[in-house]
């Protein structure tokens, strides 16, 4: 048995060498590696989706065909992450960052303020963005000018007649994390709204503590493209929508539309995110979580364990498992030469953002062991 099962792992080793000896290991931030399993079938159906005599980005958003396709990625999504009938999901375009304008033009009716936990850039540009729409409350009052950590909710001011709460968890650039959310210190008739864009899907959530997630598809379930919104259906209401949100930005609209769909949407890029919910679901959560656990883990510890050549600032509880930034002792020449020795290894996009420099690993569900391994 033990000889048949290692000639069992060199073979599908083998198989697995030549697939990827002309593959990278992508460490971008976005748009994320996906899974080869995901790539096959995709690349089957390129041509001839599913004996239609027509390739998958050639059909029509009306055409029956892919309103199968469009609610197969619903329902997936709607599985992994046990949203319930009383919250709506769309899909629509324009990234998370439209999300940032089209949250405040949805949800605040009466309002005239908004609760904004800035933790990093990302927090910071939606502050900046609904500023043009509302009185912004930043509930972090004196913030620092690097984010290494997130002040404790004690700490907040926060505005009680606010609209709604929003915050978000995973801080691409700043590569933290708020992994334990104080739900109770938010009051409980105000909506909490989350852009979980860079770790969504990594890890299981309840949907329930939230009024509103959204989340660009392309870190962790899928390309570019395609952003998906979970609503709770009660805050959908006419009322609350300003009279200049443009009807591809107006949830009442998009809702009352058939099957959700405006107009045409990024039909490539809901299909294949679809596939990849598709494959999420063999495994569940749980199982994504655990393996984010373990990359993020091994290149920590080995930036931990290099006597201070790498350095990584965030405080430990705090550090995303998604984005891991760092620097190096030596300064920024030493991190040009670095990410060039990294691309010459096929180790593609580990540069930090033009906006902080240094370095970036983005560690996403479909990133092999062996990539972090090999990095």
Known sequence: HKLVAWWYQRRVHGILKRIM???VFNFSAGPCCLPMEVLKEAH???FNYKGTGMSIMEMSHRNKEYAKVWNNARDGFRKLLGIPAEYQIFFMQGGASLQFSGVPMNLLGEKKSANFLVTGV???KAATEAANLCKVNRVWTEPPKQYYNIIGEDKWKIDPEAAYFHYCSNETINGLTYYDFPYSAVPATMPLVCDMSSEFCSRPID????GLIFAGAQKNCGPAGNTVVIVRKDLIKKEKIMKITPSIMNFEEVNKAS???????GTWSVYVTGLYVNYMNKFGLKHFEDLAIHRSKLLYDAIDSSGGYYINKVEPKFRSRQ????????GEAAEKKFFAEAEKAGLIDVSGHRSVGGLRASLYNAM????????
Do not use: C, H
């Not at 099957?259 to 949407?265: A, G, Y």
């Open 21 to 23: 000896e002309k593959r």
């Open 44 to 46: 089957d159906d390129m």
């Open 122 to 124: 990302w927090s910071d």
């Open 207 to 210: 949907v329930t503590k939230y």
């Open 259 to 265: 099957e959700q769909m405006l107009n045409t949407p």
């Open 323 to 330: 984005n891991v930034v760092f620097q190096m002792a030596k």
């Open 368 to 375: 092999p062991i062996e990539g972090v391994e090999a990095l």
